[in-house]
């Protein structure tokens, strides 16, 4: 085809847009993905992670929580687990290594299902806060069972992903207690 054959508008060519530094400074909010204030914020896929990884854990684990529910009973809990030293000495559940590897791993899996609570809705700061608290809470918990279980037990690795995810966990709330102040 010809381009001289081609109707002529009076029209300006298209020229682009290039934001200057100011435009570019400024905060971009107003995603419409569930009220999120995070860039390209999909917060339902963290918080789905979040639930689905504390209800893995917490059914992988029931041993703490079946010990917290038969504490006024105690034989009711030995009579499904026998704890045993390293001289197969039987031995209360508290003075085992695995007490605080199991407290642990129960703290963080009730934290993974309130932070993905509190993802679905990112709008109250203070129930953020309160999440991110309790998540630096069980990771120092489940870095302390790591070091004390060392020496007998060697190195736990179930507790040492919940270091690792509940670190990623707090950055990321962190991320969204910053972008909701800047909102």
């Known amino acids: 085809m010809d381009p001289s054959k081609l109707p002529h508008s009076p029209q300006q060519p298209h020229v682009p847009h290039h934001p200057s530094q100011q435009e570019l400074s400024k905060p971009q909010t107003g995603v419409s993905h569930i009220g999120s204030p995070l860039p390209g914020g999909f917060i ?5 992670l979040s639930l689905a990884v504390g209800v893995i854990v917490l059914f992988m684990f029931p041993e703490f929580r ?3 529910t038969t504490l006024s009973h105690p034989e009711h809990f030995y009579d499904l687990y026998t704890i045993s030293d390293s001289h197969n000495q039987s031995i209360p559940f508290e ?8 407290m642990g791993l129960t703290y963080f899996g009730i934290t993974m299902v309130l932070d993905a609570i509190v993802l679905l809705r990112p709008r109250y700061t203070v129930l953020i806060w309160i999440v991110l608290i309790l998540n630096i809470v069980g990771v120092a918990l489940n870095i302390f069972a ?5 020496d007998e037990a060697g190195f ?3 507790n040492a992903l919940a270091i690792a995810f509940g ?5 990321y709330q962190w991320r969204l207690l910053q972008n909701l102040r800047l909102s």
Not at 95 to 102: A, D, I, L, P
Not at 146 to 150: N, R, W
Not at 167 to 171: F, K
């Open 167 to 171: 670190g990623y966990i707090a950055l």
């Open 66 to 68: 079946t010990y917290l």
């Open 44 to 48: 339902p896929a963290e918080a789905w």
């Open 156 to 158: 736990m690795i179930y």
């Open 95 to 102: 003075k085992s290594v695995f007490f605080f590897t199991e």
């Open 146 to 150: 790591v070091v004390k279980a060392l």
